[in-house]
């Protein structure tokens, strides 16, 4: 290969900010006679031209794994991940996000018997992206605590899949929580009072006696012939 072409290899492999060297080592290369003058132009032309072309633009990333932590989408995926959907033995298996996907899918089959939302709808209730939703279910399947049944309808299109729970213990846990075992419900306080009035002990005291004004006790009537006899 011929020192031009050398040169001329040398312009279009060099990135941008390193051609102001080639070109240097061009004229150099001219000034001591080693290139003629159309040689030294054409590689300068050369040189001038990849100078003009804009940069190279970078690739688009692709934006994989979950969607942006907004605060919203983490308060509904911590809500649901703390709703007691699951046993505790089996949420300790999952992540936070993986949590709140099965959390959802239990609401489902506790009120409808299966799953059948779509992996977007879920993803959306549960605060997640699709493809947490995909590996929530893939690792519960695997673990044999549910059964995906994919339901065709054509060659070309699909029903959303039919989600179940197979897993004695977290089907016996459902039942618990439906009968309301292991809550806590909080009975009314007794607050008895008038417009515009406390509730008083002399007033309790009254009621008791019968509604006649008088301490069941008569001391009322004691006090009053003291207070007579003197």
Request: hydrophobic letters at 40%; one cysteine or more; proline letters at 6%.
């Amino acid at each position: 290969m011929s020192f031009v072409n050398q040169l001329r290899c040398a312009v279009e492999a060099s990135a941008r900010v390193d051609l102001h060297k080639v070109q240097d080592a061009v004229w150099k290369t001219w000034g001591a006679g080693g290139l003629s003058d159309d040689e030294a132009q054409a590689l300068s032309d050369l040189i001038e031209a990849r100078k003009a072309l804009p940069p190279a633009q970078k690739p688009a990333q692709r934006r994989v794994g979950s969607r942006p932590r907004s605060a919203a989408s983490m308060e509904r995926r911590r809500s649901w991940a703390a709703s007691g959907a699951m046993p505790p033995q089996l949420q300790a298996r999952f992540t936070l996000a993986e949590a709140a996907v099965l959390a959802v899918v239990a609401a489902e089959v506790r009120s409808k018997g299966s799953c059948t939302l779509t992996i977007g709808h879920i993803a959306a209730l549960a605060g997640v992206s699709g493809q947490t939703v995909r590996n929530a279910l893939h690792e519960a399947f695997a673990l044999g605590i549910v059964r995906v049944e994919e339901r065709r309808l054509t060659a070309w299109r699909n029903a959303p899949n039919r989600v179940t729970i197979t897993s004695p213990e977290w089907n016996a846990w459902l039942r618990m929580r439906r009968r309301g075992v292991g809550q806590k419900p909080c009975s009314p306080r007794n607050t008895r009072r008038k417009e515009g009035a406390a509730y008083r002990p002399q007033r309790a005291a009254r009621e008791e006696g019968g509604g006649s004004g008088e301490p069941p006790n008569g001391l009322g009537r004691r006090f009053r012939a003291a207070m007579v006899s003197s």
